[in-house]
């Protein structure tokens, strides 16, 4: 005799409580301090992006960025990076989107990624860039020298820039360095630094 189950999930919406206002559409996301001998990131936390603001980046960075600067949103999925940012109260004066898992053993601590797609900290940080609706991503410590945080992170990243054709993601560092699997994309681009710190007035 064969028995067949039923499964049955009780769901509800969260309405996302962070309603983010931004006049440039364009965005600078930070996934490691690997060329900050090239450009010093932190910069952007005082960037004010020319007149009244035209060309003013919102910043989103991984876990260990936050080591170093502030940041608009800060993305981290890891436990252990959760726990530094907790130690440091970080996450009581600034933005940290994590996971529901992790929002639900820290109740009131950190805000809900949208969807929750099951991604790394490094692609994660563009996909909410992306959600929010920016046109132009700038990609900062983002190459095949990058130590990510999974073994596949250049992977996913490829598969938000794939998904988000609308967006234009521009790495700022050396063609050379970047994986094949991001230069196949018609949104992307690569752009030296001294281009992106004349263009975007920093």
């Not at 690997?34 to 910043?59: A, E, W, Y």
């Not at 992790?102 to 969807?115: A, D, R, T």
């Not at 820039?161 to 230069?183: C, E, R």
Request: contains cysteine; glycine residues 6%; hydrophobic residues 35%.
């Amino acid at each position: 005799m064969l028995f067949r189950s039923k499964k049955e999930q009780s769901r509800e919406w969260v309405a996302n409580p962070i309603q983010n206002q931004h006049i440039s559409g364009r965005a600078a996301c930070i996934a490691s301090n690997i060329n900050k001998d090239r450009f010093d990131h932190t910069r952007l936390q005082r960037h004010r992006g020319g007149l009244l603001g035209s060309k003013k980046l919102q910043t989103y960075g991984v876990g260990e960025i936050t080591k170093e600067m502030r940041v608009d949103f800060a993305v981290e999925v890891d436990q252990h990076r959760l726990n530094e940012i907790i130690d440091r109260q970080y996450q009581s004066n600034n933005i940290v989107y994590t996971t529901s898992r992790q929002c639900i053993e820290h109740p009131g601590e950190f805000y809900l990624v949208p969807y929750s797609p099951n991604l790394c900290a490094e692609s994660l940080a563009l996909y909410i860039a992306s959600f929010d609706g920016h046109a132009e991503i700038y990609m900062i410590g983002y190459s095949n020298n990058t130590a990510g945080s999974i073994g596949d992170w250049t992977s996913q990243v490829g598969q938000v820039i794939s998904a988000y054709k609308g967006t234009k993601f521009i790495a700022v560092g050396n063609q050379a360095h970047m994986p094949d699997n991001w230069l196949a994309q018609p949104n992307f681009e690569v752009v030296d630094y001294r281009h992106f710190i004349s263009y975007c007035d920093v």
